[in-house]
């Protein structure tokens, strides 16, 4: 549990300042006639440490390490799970886990059992353990389900010994070079706007990610000092009590810097490295992914979205995808045929309830759509266009005044009563408007157009249609505001609305501005503009 998360406040770039004072690992010595090796890193020889090479004893040291190889991770301890339905990212929480960590067993609690096609398809490879939140300890209430989970953690490493993970974490390198004869934990930084610490000063040691040998004697002593456990702070037992325990027992405990387990953090900078920029985290062995804050992102990532989008959190998740491709591709296309079915009623109360001021709102009116046209009108005849998507075409407000002479029309729209209405109003024998149900089912053409869609859909589905749409064309028109520049791009629930360019992140889509025009008058006047995108056909 993190008071980042339970903050929300914003974070500083990395600079990193230790002010706990603990020991680096101590070497270990031998009593028993074994051979003695020199840390170098490699299987076979040694045990890698941080920043210094310690003399260890191999054969002393494995046995223990071997009992360490456990993975231990906690969830359902809320009947609804506390609005987090286990979904993708917990999937691959715990396969990247296993992947990385080969040879390891994996031990997952839970009081109440997951469901949904993720965990039918990891739980044939974990072993599940079933258990009971605790409701107090030492007498103390315990009645958060966060804190129950921090109970649950610490006898499960006791008893077990290895490597516990929160379920929002994704590894990218094996825990073996960390594994030893301590409690490992991982420095969690400060944010500015926490008046009682530094922003540079470690604030303190996240339990997110855990790593002990069995029966660890620091642990111990942590569940121990829970009986002045007080559930209204938020943080004291689990990030800033084990900062105490570190100075005072430095010998039981080996300290990680935050790139190990805990960077980026979790303000908007850091959450956007993670799900919006194509970055990397060379030096993590896992990434805490914030999931409070970030479940935004969390809840739309499936197959489809990480082998297409290049952003951080997808390019550590595409090496463990193709493990089970077939299996996830299906599980992305049910879920993405649900969610179509939100959306459209989502957009079919839109038009009901005349949210928009009417039909397709002001922007699709003749009055405002001038400029529109004549390009649009001089672009199907210098481009030789001779078929078209109009991908959401709406109510057909300002485009009926153009000239589709020559042209197969194909207009497609989530909401049944406009299909209906503009079939009998402009349907033609070129001229045909179909409900949307599927993409790839779109005939191929010469140019798509998407006129102001794009802005009342998530980024997750403007990044799909975007890949998917410039397979069926040579040429995209796609419009959308450009104003206030301060929403550009934010993420929103379909049917919100925020102004949006195809060429900046986290679409990154070549594409230049072949008009741009402005709409509206006084306070409420913006730019639109029009980006021209080559597709994938010739």
Not at 470 to 488: G, I, M
């Amino acid at each position: 549990m993190s008071p980042h998360e339970a903050a929300g406040t914003v974070a500083t770039a990395p600079h990193w300042s230790l002010p706990l004072m603990i020991k680096p690992w101590a070497a270990i010595a031998c009593d028993g006639g074994h051979r003695i090796v020199r840390s170098s890193g490699r299987r076979g020889t040694g045990i890698r440490l941080p920043d210094r090479r310690l003399t260890i004893c191999h054969e002393c040291i494995s046995d223990e390490i071997i009992k360490m190889k456990n993975l231990i991770f906690v969830t359902g301890l809320a009947a609804d799970f506390g609005g987090k339905p286990f979904n993708f990212a917990h999937y691959m929480a715990i396969h990247s886990a296993m992947a990385v960590n080969p040879g390891f067993n994996t031990l997952v609690y839970y009081q109440y059992e997951p469901t949904g096609p993720y965990w039918d398809l990891i739980k044939p490879f974990v072993t599940t353990v079933e258990t009971t939140a605790p409701s107090e300890i030492f007498g103390n209430p315990v009645t958060h389900f966060a804190h129950k989970a921090d109970v649950i953690r610490l006898q499960a490493l006791i008893e077990h010994g290895g490597v516990y993970l929160d379920m929002d974490t994704i590894c990218q390198r094996s825990f073996e070079p960390i594994l030893c004869g301590k409690t490992v934990l991982g420095i969690e930084s400060a944010q500015p706007g926490i008046a009682q610490w530094d922003s540079n000063a470690a604030i303190g040691l996240c339990n997110a990610t855990m790593i002990a040998p069995p029966g660890a004697e620091f642990l111990k002593i942590w569940l121990d000092q829970y009986r002045s456990f007080d559930g209204t702070k938020w943080n004291e037992h689990s990030v800033i009590l084990p900062v105490r325990l570190a100075r005072q027992y430095p010998d039981l405990v080996r300290v990680e810097p935050p790139e190990s387990f805990f960077w980026p953090t979790c303000n908007e900078d850091g959450l956007k490295s993670l799900f919006v920029d194509d970055g990397a985290f060379p030096h993590a062995y896992s990434i805490h992914l914030w999931e409070s804050l970030s479940w935004r992102y969390l809840s739309q990532l499936d197959y489809d979205q990480v082998a297409r989008i290049d952003t951080a959190y997808n390019r550590i998740a595409r090496r463990f995808i193709h493990d089970d491709t077939e299996h996830l591709q299906a599980i992305a296309a049910a879920e993405r045929t649900a969610r179509l079915r939100q959306s459209r009623a989502t957009f079919e109360s839109i038009y009901a309830n005349n949210v928009w001021g009417g039909g397709s709102g002001s922007g699709s009116k003749p009055e405002t759509t001038e400029d529109y046209r004549r390009f649009l009108q001089s672009f199907l005849r210098d481009n030789a266009i001779r078929s078209v998507i109009d991908f959401g075409c709406g109510d057909w407000g300002f485009t009926h005044l153009i000239d589709w002479s020559g042209i197969e029309y194909h207009g497609y729209d989530l909401v049944t009563s406009v299909i209906d209405a503009n079939n009998q109003r402009y349907s033609t024998p070129d001229i045909h408007f179909n409900l949307f149900e599927d993409v790839s089912k779109l005939p191929q053409v010469d140019l798509v157009i998407c006129k102001d869609v794009f802005q009342h859909l998530s980024n997750d589905k403007v990044a799909y249609f975007l890949d998917h749409l410039r397979s069926k064309a040579r040429l995209l028109l796609v419009t959308n505001d450009l104003e206030p520049a301060r929403d550009l791009n934010q993420d929103i629930d379909d049917g919100g609305w925020r102004a949006l360019r195809p060429d900046q992140a986290p679409f990154n889509v070549p594409s230049v501005i072949v008009l741009s025009w402005e709409i509206g008058a006084g306070q409420g006047a913006h730019r639109k503009a029009t980006f021209l995108i080559s597709g994938s056909t010739t």
